[in-house]
Nanobody
Framework: QVQLVESGGGLVQPGGSLRLSCAAS????????VGWFRQAPGKEREVVAA????????YYVDSVKGRFTISRDNAKNTVYLQMNSLKPEDTAVYYC?????????????????WGQGTQVTVSS
């Protein structure tokens, strides 16, 4: 069983930055691909970014390209999401999830473990 704990959310003004962290409870986190998802009120959960096991491959949804960066430190069993130039439409609960997929995956059903989520609010 893998437990994932997100942190780093909060309230930020438009144009500001936040860095989310996703810490895993296992030492073999490197065998999992990881994704960051978000869900706004009344909307479906969507993938924001994803990263392969070793970190060599990444994916970003078009709306965050050039603003968000996903990275991982397998020695620390942690995946990060650096979010810059935040917009009000980025407001959502952000979740990290782990998948046994051998490569980057954006399909929700391929993710086996989910964190509890962290709220990100972008507002002036």
């Amino acid at each position: 069983q893998v437990q994932l704990v997100e942190s780093g959310g909060g309230l930020v003004q438009p144009g500001g930055s936040l860095r989310l962290s996703c810490a895993a409870s296992i030492r073999t986190f490197s065998v999992y691909a990881v994704g960051w998802f978000r869900q706004a009120p009344g909307k479906e959960r969507e993938v924001v970014a994803a990263i392969s096991r070793g970190g060599g491959s990444t994916y970003y949804v078009d709306s965050v390209k050039g603003r968000f960066t996903i990275s991982r430190d397998n020695a620390k069993n942690t995946v990060y999401l650096q979010m810059n130039s935040l917009k009000p439409e980025d407001t959502a609960v952000y979740y990290c999830a782990a998948s046994r997929a051998v490569s980057v995956t954006t399909t929700l059903r391929t993710y086996d473990y989910w964190g509890q989520g962290t709220q990100v609010t972008v507002s002036s």
